[in-house]
């Protein structure tokens, strides 16, 4: 069955390192970069399959889509898809689960290790010609700190969660974490939010952005941490309060934090954490590593396949 397949923001995935090319095998492939919302449902009006990242997909960007049977997602969460619409209409949706676990571990680790080790500081120090003109052959200027013997604290001890923990018990460090339900993982121990946000030194978040977990990261959260704390976020920027996050750098009621998530993205122009001490901020780059996204399109490309073959998986509806 030859598939008129749409992209509609191929532009957050694709690049000249990671193309689209293995979806050509189930038919013809139209590519927009990212089409604006009101633009979105003319554009996928013929479209047997959408694959989409961000955009919207709901009664009015499906509205014209007679023919769509399928929606495939760059993505593993999928609150931009109204599911309840999409399941009356008899259009299955399958996210892209698991293939971006070992990026955000990875990139977790090297917010945390920018923010104890000051590598940018320091580069940019010797990059100033100030280390030529140093008295001695290690100028501590910037502060540093080994992660041996402190405390990681997870929130959300997922797929993401397990692997930053086996991380973290590399590096020697003692790991504890806050989870919806009971799991038994090797170096991990299970404790409440309170106990968490109180031995922690490091509160690292990764878990989804839901009802529960909406604003978890407020004043009283902060306020509840150790005063030289780190709050790592590479989950959704929804799970905390961003004014809260930034009374609590200014005030050193913590004492840094590492965020590639915001709560719209890409950052407002006057997104109040760009003005935060003590603030690493990277635009929500941890799961894109090349390989990651290859990877990604090989699991969408797969749910296609097994949509097609009768066998759909990754269903979301």
């Not at 191929?10 to 193309?19: H, S």
Request: glycine share 6%; net charge negative; aromatic share 8%.
């Amino acid at each position: 069955m030859y598939m008129k397949i749409v992209l509609t923001d191929a532009q957050t995935v694709v690049d000249t390192l990671v193309g689209a090319e293995i979806l050509e095998q189930f038919g013809e492939v139209v590519s927009y970069g990212l089409l604006p919302y009101d633009n979105v449902a003319e554009k996928i009006s013929d479209a047997d399959i959408v694959v989409c990242n961000k955009t919207p997909m709901d009664s009015r960007t499906l509205r014209l889509a007679k023919n769509l049977k399928y929606i495939g997602l760059f993505a593993t969460g999928y609150n931009n898809i109204d599911l309840d619409y999409c399941s009356s209409r008899g259009i299955t949706v399958c996210n892209a689960g698991s293939y971006s676990t070992s990026a955000v571990a990875q990139h977790t680790f090297a917010l945390i290790l920018a923010h104890y080790n000051r590598v940018a500081e320091y580069n940019n120090y010797v990059q100033e010609g100030k280390w030529k003109r140093s008295p001695t052959f290690s100028p501590f200027v910037f502060p540093l700190n080994e992660l041996e013997g402190k405390t990681l604290g997870i929130f959300g001890l997922g797929a993401i969660g397990q692997a930053v923990a086996k991380i973290a018990v590399a590096f020697g460090m003692k790991v504890i974490a806050c989870n919806r339900s009971p799991k038994s993982v090797e170096g991990v121990t299970q404790v409440s939010f309170d106990t968490l946000l109180r031995e922690s030194d490091i509160v690292t978040v990764h878990c989804p952005l839901n009802s529960e977990s909406e604003n978890i990261f407020d004043k009283a959260a902060f306020e509840r941490m150790k005063p030289a704390a780190l709050f790592v976020n590479t989950a959704r920027g929804g799970v905390m309060n961003e004014r809260d996050l930034y009374e609590a750098l200014q005030n050193e009621t913590i004492g840094g934090a590492c965020i590639d998530t915001l709560r719209v993205e890409p950052m407002e122009e006057d997104c109040i954490l760009m003005q935060a001490k003590n603030c690493i901020i990277t635009p929500h780059i941890a799961w894109a590593p090349v390989e990651t996204r290859r990877r990604l399109m090989n699991i969408v490309a797969d749910n296609i396949r097994c949509f097609l073959n009768g066998t759909p998986k990754n269903k979301v509806n």
